[in-house]
C-alpha cells in the first residue's frame, strides 16, 4: 500500500474516532448537563420567555442582544424555541444540552421551571400556594397628563441633551427625566419606546420595600416582627443585616445564581442559608434577602398573595405596564423580575421622592421613605434601611461616595440593577431620573454624569 493512501486511511479513522467521541460527549453532557449549562439553559429561556410574552419583542432579537450579545462564552452557543400556543420556551446548549425551560402564566410573567415539571408550574396560582390563576389585569392610563396618563411634553434643549451618547451610555433602552412632578425629557433606543416594558434587574429590590411599606401601613406586618427566625427581624432583610450567608458572585454558579435559574422555591433555597453573622451587625448584598421578604409580603397578604403588588401598589400609582414575576412555586422574584416601561418605573421613584404619597392618600406609613433612605451603619454608609442605594455606581476609593465628585445633591438615593439599570430620586431638586439599558460591567459606565447634566441643565 502506498504511504499517501495508508496516511489517509488512519486520518479517517482518527476522524471517526473524534466524531465519535464528541457524539459520546454530547450524549453524557445531554444526559446529566453540569449545573454551569444548566444555569445558562435556564436562564436563556427565562429572558427569552419575558421579552416575548411581556414585551412583544423578537425571541431572535432577544437571543442575539440580551442572551449572546453581552460577551458570556457559553450563552453564545445557547439556542431556544418558542411555542407561543402553549406560552413555552426551551433553551439549550446546541438547542438540545442544559433543559433550559421557562413558562409564562397570566398575570405572573413568565418563569423558569429547573425542576422540568412544567405540570405543576402551570397550576401554580397566584395565592399563597399550588391553584387556579386569578389574574386582575390593571386598567389602562388614558390620555391624561402624566403621571396620571400618558401625555407628556419635553423640553427640546433637554431632549438634545439625553441624544449625547456618552451621557446616556452603550446599549441605551430608556431614559426618562422627571422635574417636578411631570417628564421634561426621554429618550429611547432604537428598536424600544415608551411603550416597552423593561426589566429593572435589582432594582426590583426597592419596590419590594414599597410594598412592605404597604403592608405595615395597613397593620398586616411590623419592622420589628420575627422574619422567621428568633433574633432575625423584618428590618435587618430591608437592611440586607440578616446574618445569612449569601454568595451574590455572577459568572458562576453560586448562591445568586443558583437560586434564580436552578431551583423551583426560590425564598425556600434562601431561607436554607446558614447564619452567618449576628443579625443587625454585619451587612451583606443579597438577592435571597429580597426574595424571603417577598415571600413574607405574600403570606401577610393572605389569599391576594402574588396579585397584592398589582392592587395595592401599581394600580393607585397608575403603573399599568408592571409585572413583578413569579418563581416556579408562585413566589414574587422580588430580588430581580419587574418588567415595567421606563414611564411606570418614573412613576415608582416619583412616589418614593413624594414620601409614599399619590393623590394625596397616604400609601406608606409617615416616615417611611425616610427610612428607606437612611444609611446602615454596617454598609459604610452606601446603602440605605429600605433596598435602596444612598451612592450611585462605583465608588472611588472604600468607604468614599462617589456622587460627591459630581456635586449630586446630600439626600439624594438610587435604585439600581444589573447591566445599567438606574433610578436617580432627588427630593431637594424634586427629580427623578431613570435609565434603561443593556450595558455590562466591562463597559464601565456609570450613571453620574448623566444626573451632573441634567441637573445643571434644569437649574
Known amino acids: 500500500m502506498a504511504p499517501t493512501s495508508r496516511l489517509s486511511k488512519i486520518l479517517r479513522r482518527i476522524g471517526v474516532a473524534l466524531v465519535l467521541l464528541l457524539l459520546v460527549c454530547a450524549f453524557a453532557l445531554w444526559l446529566k448537563p453540569p449545573d454551569l449549562l444548566r444555569v445558562g439553559a435556564n436562564y436563556s429561556a427565562k429572558i ?31 439556542r431556544v424555541s418558542v411555542d407561543r400556543e402553549r406560552r413555552v420556551v426551551r433553551a439549550g446548549l446546541l438547542g438540545f444540552i442544559g433543559d433550559g425551560l421557562a413558562v409564562e402564566r397570566t398575570g405572573q410573567g413568565c418563569a423558569a421551571v429547573p425542576d422540568g415539571n412544567l405540570a405543576f408550574a402551570r397550576r401554580v396560582g397566584t395565592g399563597s400556594g ?4 386569578t389574574p386582575s389585569p390593571v386598567a389602562p392610563a388614558g390620555a391624561a397628563d402624566w403621571p396620571e396618563g400618558n401625555a ?44 416597552t416594558p423593561l426589566l429593572g434587574w435589582s432594582m426590583t429590590k426597592s419596590v419590594v420595600a414599597g410594598l412592605v411599606g404597604v403592608l405595615v401601613k395597613e397593620g398586616r406586618l411590623a419592622l420589628d416582627q420575627p422574619a422567621g427566625w428568633p433574633r432575625i427581624r423584618i428590618a435587618n432583610l430591608l437592611a440586607m443585616s440578616s446574618g445569612l450567608r449569601f454568595n451574590e458572585a455572577y459568572g458562576t454558579v453560586s448562591d ?17 442559608q446558614p447564619l452567618a453573622h449576628p443579625a443587625g451587625e454585619f ?35 397608575g403603573m399599568t405596564s408592571a409585572t413583578m414575576e413569579t418563581d416556579e412555586y408562585g413566589t414574587l422574584v422580588g430580588s430581580s423580575y419587574m418588567y415595567a416601561t421606563a414611564r411606570d418605573w418614573a412613576r415608582y421613584g416619583q412616589f418614593l421622592l413624594q414620601d409614599g ?18 444609611p446602615v451603619a454596617a454598609s459604610g454608609g452606601q446603602y440605605g434601611h429600605g433596598l435602596v442605594w444612598l451612592w450611585g455606581s462605583d465608588a472611588t476609593a472604600p468607604g468614599q461616595d462617589p456622587d460627591l465628585a459630581f456635586g449630586i445633591p446630600a439626600g439624594t438615593f438610587w435604585m439600581e440593577g444589573h447591566d445599567g439599570q438606574s433610578t436617580a430620586i432627588i427630593p431637594s431638586r424634586e427629580l427623578v431620573i431613570v435609565r434603561l439599558g443593556l450595558t455590562p460591567a466591562r463597559d464601565r459606565y456609570t450613571p453620574q454624569p448623566l444626573v451632573k447634566a441634567v441637573l445643571e441643565a434644569t437649574k
Not at 441605551?172 to 424600544?192: D, T
Request: net charge neutral.
Open 357 to 374: 404619597v399619590w393623590r394625596g392618600q397616604e400609601l406608606l406609613p409617615r416616615g417611611y421613605v425616610a427610612m428607606m433612605a437612611s
Open 256 to 272: 445568586v445564581t443558583r437560586m434564580l435559574y436552578l431551583e423551583p422555591d426560590m425564598a425556600g433555597f434562601a431561607r436554607g
Open 283 to 317: 451587612w451583606s448584598y443579597s438577592s435571597g434577602t429580597a426574595n424571603i421578604l417577598s415571600r413574607i409580603a405574600q403570606d401577610a397578604a393572605g389569599r391576594q398573595g402574588a396579585e397584592y403588588p398589582a392592587e395595592k401598589l401599581f394600580k393607585p400609582l
Open 48 to 78: 427569552v420567555c419575558s421579552n416575548v410574552f411581556l414585551a412583544g419583542r423578537d425571541p431572535d432579537e432577544v437571543l442575539r442582544a440580551d442572551v449572546q450579545a453581552p460577551g458570556v462564552g457559553l450563552l453564545r452557543l445557547m
Open 130 to 133: 399550588p391553584g387556579e390563576l
Open 152 to 195: 407628556v411634553a419635553t423640553d427640546p434643549a433637554l431632549d438634545r441633551l439625553l441624544a449625547d451618547d456618552t451621557l446616556a451610555g452603550p446599549g441605551i433602552r430608556a431614559i426618562v427625566v422627571v422635574n417636578h412632578g411631570r417628564i421634561v425629557a426621554e429618550r429611547y433606543g432604537a428598536g424600544f419606546s415608551a411603550a
